[in-house]
């Protein structure tokens, strides 16, 4: 990576963008929550949003590696003064603890794992916000400094950081270490595997064996897909260290982990644009689900790491292909190219638009991998590995190959121009088998010249593979075919995408009401605002050219014919990378005149419906409607069901669960609850539970609920009349459920505070 610059384009603007956003912000500001965890007074306030949680701390971390890859490919001074300032500032804090612990928050919830007795469930561990998976961050940003910039205190702060986890869950047996890693605990497998490479201390890899989460590594080593209702981003950095793992131990089960994975994910799993989840969970197989919280950022930077690793392993076109759609689609797309500001979730929803996070009262775990992103652009660009040299991607760039005394240009405009221009600047007749990937997306033969003559080429992998020795001045160019062609959801043929080569091409819907501003500090808001028509396309799906037009004179932008219905409307189509600050659509209904004619878009009118009375919203066993929504519980459990499809969460015996939800004041609430039908009575713990419970808000009881199994094949509403007493002049109640002894409350599979009875 640090021997690869971009060029001036769209990847070279984006990473100065990300820069300014790096040097913007304040060190004694990122670090003050480690201060106050050490019961100090920080210098400066810590910052607002998810840093002013339990999960504080994460941001600093994730800085330190967004920090460090930027100066590695653009050497600014700044940065790298404002790196080991952070670093010195997090040793001191270390100090004042004499067993090497440093975080966000205090160390009473690893003091409490670590007796071995504690309770955990997929977001919380002994009390604590996914305490694992926010000093993970810390980890990583440490281990990031010392390998990319030689810093040796941060090399010094993180072992001792890691000999404090040694030290403590030497404690626990396999069971109880197992049974921590119930909770989203980010890459700890990879960052210990890393430490051991950097130290090569046997201490570090038996920890990193440890924390793979054998329940979700062993199936999936075994090529079995059971991640259906999994939180997608807690898997993805545990298979990452399982690649890791592969690399320094050869042990095929890590590798069989990783490649299983990437397949059932990129190709199974994903959406247009490459990113993945819905709710931040993978759905069912093959299913394409639209809606606002869609493809988490977080989950296209880390398929991109894993991606990597599949690549070094094997070379093959494929992957590239698939890290260049989520590359320009996701990636490049998730960055405000005004204020640099990040993407959350991607909405795939037609009608909706982009959502970013503020500058200060955000901090995302989506603004932390979105510092890091426009650093990465350089990455696998090119592969070098002795002879061998790989143009991966068609980015403008330079390389040097510093033990062979290469450097090389790559020299376009893609995908505003299909032509590539390689130059040696630099060799004295070196061999060198230089490999051009031949994209998926290509609608024809690629060309290729040497020094202005057509050579001959032989294909390899997916890569046209050209080995002779090169002298400085030598050129290879060429052109790459391409043109339209459709993306066909997995789920519904008639629901589909248009994309140039690899560029996806959102229909621009411009700014009807749209809201004052994009730049939240509460992600969740971007349910509020109500979605636009979006038109049908009645038109020959197989003859796009027919009907979809460039514009002349604004390269990547196109119009089709009136064929938007209702209303013979013209759709202007640009990429999605481009489109910012307005509403626009990635799927499409798109059928001939003979299926509109009665075409109906039930999921449409549903939405709608359902959009039209819902005043709050919660999904019980999600980690951020739950977290947004000041989730407290007692003797409660998550899980999802797959036969409807949906996560829940019920209490057993003397405990309940309960919700901040926002209501009207002024006017009549009601209390929408979802259950499972064919619920009735559950037997857990050796114990048997009636589903006989009661439902509070504001601890005032307004109901009570026996679930009696009487609908076996489907999810059934409940609507309960909020008494005007306990919301007037309110904006939020707490709604609670609450089970005694020998009971159990729900499973609730759905919560909705509605505007109008639905009994």
């Excluded at 290469?406 to 299909?418: A, V």
């Excluded at 094949?713 to 109640?733: A, F, N, R």
């Amino acid at each position: 990576m640090e021997n690869v610059r971009l060029l001036e384009g769209i990847f070279k603007d984006s990473q100065e963008k990300g820069k300014e956003y790096l040097i913007y912000l304040d060190v004694d500001r990122l670090v003050a929550p480690c201060y106050e965890a050490a019961s100090q007074t920080p210098k400066k306030p810590r910052y607002g949003g998810w840093e002013s949680t339990p999960i504080a701390g994460h941001s600093i971390g994730h800085w330190l590696s967004a920090a460090a890859t930027m100066y590695t490919v653009t050497k600014d001074e700044e940065l790298k003064q404002k790196i080991d300032y952070a670093v010195n500032e997090l040793a001191y804090v270390q100090s004042l603890d004499d067993s090497g612990y440093v975080s966000g928050f205090t160390r009473t919830y690893f003091d409490k794992v670590f007796t071995g007795e504690f309770e955990v469930e997929n977001f919380s561990l002994a009390g604590g916000w996914v305490p694992w998976y926010s000093i993970h961050k810390i980890y990583a940003g440490l281990i990031d400094v010392y390998n990319l910039t030689g810093n040796e205190k941060a090399l010094e702060v993180v072992t001792k950081l890691a000999d404090w986890a040694k030290k403590g869950t030497d404690n626990l047996n396999d069971e109880q270490f197992q049974k921590m890693l119930i909770c989203e605990h980010g890459g700890m497998n990879e960052a210990m595997a890393d430490l051991y490479t950097i130290t090569k201390n046997e201490d570090y890899l038996k920890l990193a064996i440890r924390f793979c989460h054998q329940a979700i590594l062993e199936p999936l080593s075994k090529d079995v897909d059971e991640l259906e209702g999994k939180h997608a981003n807690t898997q993805i950095p545990k298979v990452i260290g399982a690649a890791k793992l592969y690399e320094i131990t050869g042990n095929e089960d890590y590798k069989n982990t990783a490649a299983f994975f990437w397949n059932e994910v990129t190709k199974n799993r994903s959406y247009i644009i490459g990113g993945n989840s819905i709710g931040e969970h993978f759905g069912p197989i093959n299913k394409e689900t639209l809606g606002i919280t869609t493809a988490e950022t977080c989950n296209t930077y880390n398929m991109l790491k894993l991606t990597e690793h599949l690549f070094q392993w094997s070379p093959n076109s494929e992957y590239m292909d698939y890290y260049e759609k989520a590359l320009y689609n996701h990636i490049l797309a998730s960055q405000d190219p005004d204020s640099g500001m990040k993407t959350y979730f991607v909405s795939t929803q037609p009608g909706h638009f982009k959502i970013y996070c503020s500058h200060d009262n955000s901090f995302w775990c989506c603004t932390g991998t979105g510092m890091e992103n426009p650093a990465r652009y350089t990455r696998n660009i090119f592969y070098n590995d002795q002879d061998e040299l790989f143009v991966n991607l068609f980015i403008a760039s330079e390389i040097e190959i510093k033990d062979r005394k290469i450097k090389l240009k790559q020299e376009t405009d893609f995908p505003r121009s299909n032509h590539v221009r390689v130059s040696f600047e630099e060799a004295k007749e070196t061999f060198l088998n230089v490999h051009v990937r031949v994209p998926y997306w290509v609608n024809g033969d690629i060309t290729v010249l040497v020094n202005g003559v057509k050579v001959e080429t032989f294909a390899n992998n997916g890569y046209l593979v050209i080995g002779r020795n090169w002298s400085a001045g030598d050129t290879i160019e060429f052109t790459l075919p391409i043109g339209l062609h459709t993306y066909t959801a997995k789920d519904n043929p008639a629901k589909v995408g248009i994309m140039y080569g690899p560029v996806v091409l959102a229909g621009a819907l411009g700014r009807e009401n749209f809201p004052e501003t994009d730049i939240l500090e509460d992600h969740l808001k971007l349910n509020n605002y109500p979605l636009i028509d979006v038109p049908s396309l009645v038109a020959d799906k197989e003859n796009l050219t027919d009907w979809i037009k460039p514009v002349e004179g604004e390269p990547l932008t196109f119009e089709t014919k009136e064929i938007g219905q209702p209303g013979n409307r013209k759709v202007s189509l640009i990429p999605f990378y481009n489109l910012h600050h307005q509403r626009y659509t990635l799927y499409w209904n798109l059928m001939n005149e003979e299926a509109y004619k009665t075409f109906v878009d039930k999921e449409k009118e549903e939405l709608e419906r359902l959009r039209a009375i819902t005043v709050d919203v919660v999904q019980p066993g999600e980690q951020q409607p739950e977290i947004e929504h000041s989730v407290q519980s007692s003797n409660s459990n998550t899980g999802y069901f797959n036969v409807v499809e949906r996560s829940w969460r019920d209490s057993r015996g003397e405990g309940f669960f309960s919700y901040q939800m926002q209501v009207y004041p002024e006017k009549q609430m009601y209390l929408l609850v979802t259950y499972f039908g064919g619920d009735k009575t559950l037997f857990a713990d050796g114990k048997r539970y009636d589903r006989d419970f009661q439902i509070l808000v504001d601890g005032q009881m307004i109901a009570t609920q026996k679930l009696e199994g009487t609908n076996p094949d489907d999810l059934i509403d409940v609507c309960y009349e909020i008494p005007l007493i306990l919301t007037e002049g309110k904006q939020k109640v707490e709604v609670k459920f609450q089970s005694g002894e020998g009971k159990a409350a729900g499973g609730i599979y759905g919560i909705r505070i509605v505007n109008t009875s639905l009994s």
